[in-house]
Antibody, heavy 118, light 112 residues
Framework: EVYLVESGGAVVQPGESLTLSCTAS????????MHWIRQRPGKGLEGVSI????????GYADSVKGRFTISRDNSKNSLYLQMNSLRSDDSGLYIC???????????WGQGTLVSVSS | DLEMTQSPLSLPVTLGQSASISCRSG???????????LNWLQQRPGQSPRRLIY???NRDSGVPDRFSGSGSGTDFTLKISRVEADDVAVYYC?????????FGQGTKLEIE
């Protein structure tokens, strides 16, 4: 069974940095593209970033480009999201998700909560 | 980012009746491989999203055949027949052709 467990969420002040982690198990991590998806409080889903299975291609939402960095360590079955210059509208639940070969997402984590507030 | 637009955003439905949700993408979701990468997700209160349908019309294992997807190019529809109480959720369309994947605003289905 696929497990995706996020960690690292915290309450931080605007302008600060935070790194999120996702530990994966139950599938060959190094063979799959991975996503970070966020859900602001009471709002919908937003694709934040995606990384190819080998780390060789990366995509970011316009809203986080230049501030967030996605990375992965296939030897540790882990996905990361480095978030800099955090703003109040970055607050939300950050969910790690496993890509599916048919242009889809089939497995989702439970998420880790980030709150940016002064 | 590739924009996805859903309607309606709120959908009150009587038990046993049908419901229909529309999704429009900012550009064609037909890939160079000939596949169309449009998905439908269900998010029940307090839960992570669950995929219902991929590539427009393919139902995931365990999804009732009351759920059906259709459409092509930039216009897509999710139809739920014989709505049940268990269908109360927010439904999202999601495109899987552009990076990062993007989502519609969500349609909240409620029982009236």
């Amino acid at each position: 069974e696929v497990y995706l467990v996020e960690s690292g969420g915290a309450v931080v002040q605007p302008g600060e940095s935070l790194t999120l982690s996702c530990t994966a198990s139950g599938f060959p991590f190094g063979k799959y593209n991975m996503h970070w998806i966020r859900q602001r409080p009471g709002k919908g889903l937003e694709g934040v970033s995606i990384i190819r299975n080998d780390g060789g291609q990366i995509g970011y939402a316009d809203s986080v480009k230049g501030r967030f960095t996605i990375s992965r360590d296939n030897s540790k079955n882990s996905l990361y999201l480095q978030m800099n210059s955090l703003r109040s509208d970055d607050s939300g639940l950050y969910i790690c998700a496993k890509d599916s070969p048919n242009g889809s997402i089939e497995h989702w984590g439970q998420g880790t909560l980030v709150s940016v507030s002064s | 980012d590739l924009e996805m637009t859903q309607s309606p955003l709120s959908l009150p439905v009587t038990l046993g009746q049908s419901a229909s949700i529309s999704c429009r993408s900012g550009r064609s979701l037909v890939s160079s491989d000939g596949n169309t990468y449009l998905n439908w997700l269900q998010q029940r209160p307090g839960q992570s999203p669950r995929r219902l349908i991929y590539q427009v019309s393919n139902r995931d294992s365990g999804v009732p055949d009351r759920f059906s997807g259709s459409g092509s190019g930039t216009d897509f529809t999710l139809k739920i027949s014989r709505v049940e109480a268990d269908d109360v959720a927010v439904y999202y369309c999601m495109q899987g052709i552009g990076w990062p994947y993007t989502f519609g605003q969500g349609t909240k289905l409620e029982i009236e």
